[in-house]
Every structure is written in C-alpha cells, then in structure tokens.
C-alpha cells in the first residue's frame, strides 16, 4: 500500500508543478506570443494606451508591414500605424510625392516583443518616380523605444530601398545603440507609410487608353479623340523616365495653340512649325512639344533640339488633362525638360518625323535628364 500512496503523491506533485508552469507560461504570454506571432496595430495601441478616439481615428491608418527583428530584439512586425515624433497618437499616412518633390518621412509606431517602438525612415533627396537604393544609412534610419529616449538604435548600416511610390520600400539593416556593450539589431522586410493609389483599369492593348482613364476623361471626348486624335508613336524613354510608348494624342479638332506648352497642334503658322503630343506613362501625364523656327517658312528636314532662337526645340511637361475642357493639357510649371542637344526630323508629309534628343531639367534640377529616341506623329 506504501508504494501505491507514494505513487499518487507523486502524481499530484506533478500535476501541482506543471500548473504552476502552466500558469507562469500564461503570465508571460503577451511577450512570448509577439516572439511568435507577427505582432499588430491594436497590441500597439493596448501597450501605448490610447483614447478610444485615437484607437478610432488610427485604425484606418493601420498599414500592412513585413519586418523581422533580430539580435538585441527579437520578433516580427505585420501591422503599423504613421505616428507623431513627440507622442503615441496617429497621424495621417505618407502621400506619394510628385516628381521633385522631396520624399516624406517615414514614423511608424509598432510592437516589437513586448514593448513599442517608432521606426524612422527618412529618405534623402527628391523622387523622380522610380525606384531608389539607398546605402548610405547615417541619418536615415533610427529605431528608438516609445517613452525610453535610452533605448535608441541610431548608427545604421546595410540597405533601405524605395519603390517608385516614394511610401513603400524594404529595409535590411544593422542597427546599433550609442551604448558601451550594446549588440547589434538587424531589420529586414517590406514597410509603408503610406498606401500608393491604385491606377484606374483599362485595357492596356488599346491605343491611348491609359491617358484617356488615367485623367477620367469624359465619354464624348474620348469617343472624339478615339476617332481622330490618337495617333501611332514609336518613341523610347530612358534616363529619368524609362518606358517605351507606343500611341499619344494630338486632338486638332478642338483649338489649339503652338509654341511653349501648346497643345492640340499639328502644322504651320507662317515661318513656325508645331506638333504637341500628349500621353500618360504608368501614372504620370505628359506634354511633348516640338517646335521649329525657320524663315520665311519650315519645311522637311532636320532641326536642333535645343532651344534655337524662337525655336523652342523639344520640350516635355508633367501635367493633367482637364476633363472638364475637353482634354485640355494643364502642364505643371514646375516639372519640366527643356532639349538639351539631339536633332528633331520633320517627314515631307509634315505630320510626323523622328527625334533623338537629350533633355534636361531647369536650374537646380539640371542633372535630371531624359532621352527620347524614335518616330513620332502629330495626325494621320
């Protein structure tokens, strides 16, 4: 009987231990789920204690992320919300900055095991809307403790990347406190501080479709444009524009007007030439103008691309389509490439041409170049 008693005592202290361990795995759960579990914007907002008014206005701010830590922290990130560089409150997300402009900074409030932090990306320089490595990390990225000015991982090194969008990217850095002894942490994934507009739906093989949708031009005035105004091109950009396009419009049945930034013309007034081209280019419009000076008139030919005189050569605007007046072009003053060298080629049909030209951006935005090279033509 001794051995039995013994043996269900035995048997009770076992289950009593493993309760206990149970019990203190359960205690511990929040730090070890977030080491196994990507962890999300509401445990952020748990940890930080927000209001039930900043809980609502960040939750549609709460952006998907892909990032793991590891090292002197360790855990995955799948949510994060843009926060403010002095508090725990949400602000509003990145917005894709227009060419030239500068790129925002990145301020994401996130769980990393059991406590938050505010990753900070801040990228130089300014977009030209394509895709940018970034290697040289001093003062680029921090990673520092909401709350815990100690805790601040500010000497990176490695690699952060952008997309086109200038909002989302992915890092992959070593990151390292200002502290005697401190280890190194390592950030890899995809992040975003913002969320990139979807470009609108069309049919891709359709001549001039993306410039009709992209600036939701009006039914009628795409139905014109279908008939009479989208013509053929066969033009290459490379540089700071890189795409190949292949139909751009010319509508010269609405008025239209030569010279700088003209629009919705093809031929000759007196001893000027003209042909404007507008198109759009993954989620950018443009207008291409091309005009030549030559008295008493302009005929076929060979022509500088640059700027000659009254000859305005080859220029290229960024801009929109008003959809309110017809199609109208409503180039940006502000985004812009005058030619630099190249020549353009006039057909005897007056109509079309080629080009092989090198342009440049005004004053301190010089050392933004594009080359077009091709075929080009006003009207059929």
């Excluded at 996130?110 to 900070?120: D, E, F, S």
């Amino acid at each position: 009987m001794r051995w039995m008693v013994a043996s269900v005592i035995a048997l009770i202290l076992l289950v009593g231990v493993g309760g206990v361990a149970i019990a203190h795995f359960r205690s511990g759960s929040v730090p070890v789920a977030s080491l196994t579990k990507p962890s999300t914007c509401a445990q952020a907002y748990k940890l930080l204690g927000l209001r039930p008014s900043q809980i609502t206005a960040a939750q549609p701010v709460c952006l998907v992320q892909s990032l793991k830590f590891s090292g002197e922290l360790t855990g995955a990130v799948a949510e994060a919300y843009p926060v403010g560089s002095n508090d725990a409150g949400p602000t509003t997300m990145c917005t894709e900055p227009k060419r030239w402009d500068g790129y925002p900074q990145a301020l994401l409030a996130m769980v990393v095991g059991a406590k938050t932090y505010r990753l900070r990306i801040t990228p130089p320089g300014n977009s030209e809307h394509q895709s940018l490595v970034i290697s040289n990390l001093a003062n680029v990225v921090e990673l520092a403790e909401v709350g815990d000015p100690k805790a601040d991982w500010n000497q990176a090194t490695g690699t952060v990347t952008l997309n086109s969008d200038g909002i989302t990217g992915t890092i992959d850095a070593d990151l390292l406190r200002d502290v005697a002894g401190a280890q190194p942490l390592h950030v890899k994934g995809a992040w975003a501080c913002g969320a990139p507009q979807p470009l609108p739906t069309f049919d891709a093989g359709a001549p001039c479709a993306s410039f009709y949708a992209l600036n939701q031009l009006q039914a009628a005035d795409v139905a014109r444009m279908k008939a009479s105004a989208c013509n053929a091109q066969d033009l290459s950009f490379s540089g700071d524009i890189n795409a190949h396009l292949t139909s751009a419009v010319t509508d010269t049945t609405t008025p239209g007007r030569p010279g700088y930034e003209g629009d919705n013309f093809c031929g000759s007034i007196n001893d000027e030439y003209g042909a404007t081209l507008k198109f759009s280019l993954g989620d950018e419009s443009f207008l291409l103008d091309l005009g030549v000076q030559s008295y008493p008139s302009v005929g076929p030919g060979q022509y500088s691309a640059h700027e000659n005189g009254s000859s305005i050569g080859v220029m290229l605007f960024l801009g929109q389509a008003d959809a309110s007046n017809q199609g109208q072009f409503v180039p940006d003053d502000q985004v812009f490439w005058l030619g630099r060298s190249g020549t353009i080629t006039i057909n005897p049909d007056m109509k079309s041409g080629t080009m092989d030209a090198v342009l440049a951006g005004p004053l301190e935005h010089a050392g933004s170049t594009v080359h077009i090279s091709g075929s080009w033509r006003c009207a059929a």
